[in-house]
Each structure stands twice: as C-alpha cells, then as structure tokens.
T-cell receptor, first 114, second 111 residues
Framework: KAGVTQTPRYLIKTRGQQVTLSCSPISGHRSVSWYQQTPGQGLQFLFEYFSETQRNKGNFPGRFSGRQFSNSRSEMNVSTLELGDSALYLC?????????????FGEGSRLTVL | DQQVKQNSPSLSVQEGRISILNCDYTNSMFDYFLWYKKYPAEGPTFLISISSIKDKNEDGRFTVFLNKSAKHLSLHIVPSQPGDSAVYFCAAPGTGNQFYFGTGTSLTVIP
C-alpha cells in the first residue's frame, strides 16, 4: 500500500513569496498533520486536519495555513515567506485522530527561502 | 517551551555494544510516549512506544524504559548495528495527533 506522498520534494523561494505544499495520505487515513523540522528545534507541530476540519493548531503565525479536501489530501500554505521559514516540512497521516495512534510520515518537502 | 527534551545531540557506539538514548519531559500529564527513527532524506518512522502505566516495553533489540518520578525515558538498543545509525526522536502526545517531539539524537554505530 502506498505511503504518504509529499510534493514538491525540494523548492527554493525568495522572501515575500508564498508557497503551497501538498500531501496525499495513506489510503483510508483521515487525519493529516503537518510538522516543521529545523536544525536544533526538532519537529514542531503546525496543525492537524481530520475529515476536512482543522482540529488543532500549533504556535505558528497566521502566515501558515492549511486545508484538507474530501479525499483527505491536504495542502499547507505559507505566505510572505521569511528566511526563518527555511525548513523540512513533514506531513503525517493516521487512521484516526487519537494520540495513541501511530503517525506515518512522508519524506518531506524541503523549503529554502533566499 | 520545549516539553520534551533530548539533551544529547549525538552519540557514537561500537557495533555490538549497547546504545542508550535519553529523553526528559516536563509535563507529568503525558500518558504515552513514542520513539521515532529518521534516516536522511526519509520521513520519521515509528519505532516503539510505552504507556505511562508501564515502566518497560521491549521489542526485539529495542527496549524503552520509563521513570515517571524522574520524568525520564530512555531507549536501549542491544546489540547496536550499523543500520541503526539514524536520528532518534522521542515524542509525547498533545491533543489529537499533535505530538511534542524532542530535538533528536543522532546515533552513529561504528562497525
């Protein structure tokens, strides 16, 4: 069964631009979470979507937003990019939104902001 | 405000020896902990978990120990193999599928 697919894998943007990242979860998984990984900070939770509804949001500015479609695919958007947004953005899917559930991560989208 | 902390950024161990990776947490309400392993250019993969009602959970070469009074958990890998070289993250749950991750420990197993 196919894993979590994230596109694009790599991208370079300049300050002030915006970016949209896409995530296709494992078939049948209804929960999609997004994390930002930066050196020295580990994985920081951005938000979680379950059945097209945002269930939870981490401590990130409003420039970070997301959505989930009826087929459970999810997108996240970052507007007015800053240098500090350079990071690996990881998407994770799960069957249900329950914290004892295992997360299945994609390979990530590496964003570089110049 | 890091609720889960891994204070050792890196660890090197000889093949066949024991690897011990440590993790501390601040929130005594955490009732479940997980370890994930991450290879370069791959997403993290689930390794092992432990419920707070237990103090030990074992899966093959991997054992996780939980000391609730010290708010400390550790992952033991015995024996360590070169393929275990990766970054290891410990994590604890927030709401839903929000998890608090540590900053990771990069393990190198030397052949």
């Amino acid at each position: 069964k196919a894993g979590v697919t994230q596109t694009p894998r790599y991208l370079i943007k300049t300050r002030g631009q915006q970016v949209t990242l896409s995530c296709s979860p494992i078939s049948g998984h209804r929960s999609v979470s997004w994390y930002q990984q930066t050196p020295g900070q580990g994985l920081q939770f951005l938000f979680e979507y379950f059945s097209e509804t945002q269930r939870n949001k981490g401590n990130f500015p409003g420039r970070f937003s997301g959505r989930q479609f009826s087929n459970s695919r999810s997108e996240m958007n970052v507007s007015t990019l800053e240098l500090g947004d350079s990071a690996l953005y990881l998407c994770a899917s799960s069957l249900v939104s329950r914290h004892t559930g295992e997360l299945f991560f994609g390979e990530g989208s590496r964003l570089t902001v110049l | 405000d890091q609720q889960v902390k891994q204070n050792s950024p890196s660890l090197s161990v000889q093949e066949g020896r024991i690897s011990i990776l440590n993790c501390d947490y601040t929130n005594s309400m955490f009732d479940y902990f997980l370890w994930y392993k991450k290879y370069p250019a791959e997403g993290p993969t689930f390794l092992i978990s432990i419920s707070s009602i237990k103090d030990k959970n074992e899966d093959g070469r991997f054992t996780v120990f939980l000391n609730k009074s010290a708010k400390h958990l550790s992952l033991h890998i015995v024996p360590s193999q070169p393929g275990d070289s990766a970054v290891y993250f410990c994590a604890a749950p927030g709401t839903g599928n929000q998890f608090y991750f540590g900053t990771g420990t990069s393990l190198t197993v030397i052949p």
